[in-house]
């Protein structure tokens, strides 16, 4: 069983600066792509920053220059250093990976999901 799970959150005053932490455990092959995914009260989640295996990283607009997602393959972590926090950031992160598992018929990939880790911003 694989299990993603993410420390780091809390809370902060507008412009600081947290570092969100996901961690893989378990069985498996290897690490595709993994990202970091917010959703706020009354809005949809949305994509904040993905990181592929080979360390090509992407970042929604309103996150670019103030966030940087990383990742130790050794560990089996990604990270998401947030800088500049604002009140429009405060949300639940959530981090997704895409694990390769060695299955009886062969490696297969699936996507699992942390349990979400609370983000607040105060103003």
């Known amino acids: 069983q694989v299990r993603l799970v993410e420390t780091g959150g809390g809370l902060v005053q507008a412009g600081g600066s947290l570092t969100l932490s996901c961690a893989a455990s378990?069985?498996?092959?290897?690490?595709?792509?993994m990202a970091w995914y917010r959703q706020a009260p009354g809005k949809q989640r949305e994509l904040v920053a993905h990181?592929?295996?080979?360390?090509?990283?992407n970042y929604v607009d309103s996150v670019k220059g103030r966030f940087t997602i990383s990742r130790d393959n050794a560990k089996n972590t990604v990270y998401l250093q947030m800088n500049s926090l604002n009140p429009e950031d405060t949300a639940v992160y959530s981090c997704?990976?895409?694990?390769?598992?060695?299955?009886?018929?062969?490696?297969?990939?699936?996507?699992?999901w942390g349990q979400g880790t609370q983000v607040t911003v105060s103003s």
């Open positions: 378990g069985t498996f092959f290897s690490i595709n792509d």
């Open positions: 990181i592929s295996n080979d360390g090509g990283t």
């Open positions: 997704s990976a895409v694990v390769i598992e060695q299955t009886t018929w062969g490696k297969k990939g699936t996507n699992y």
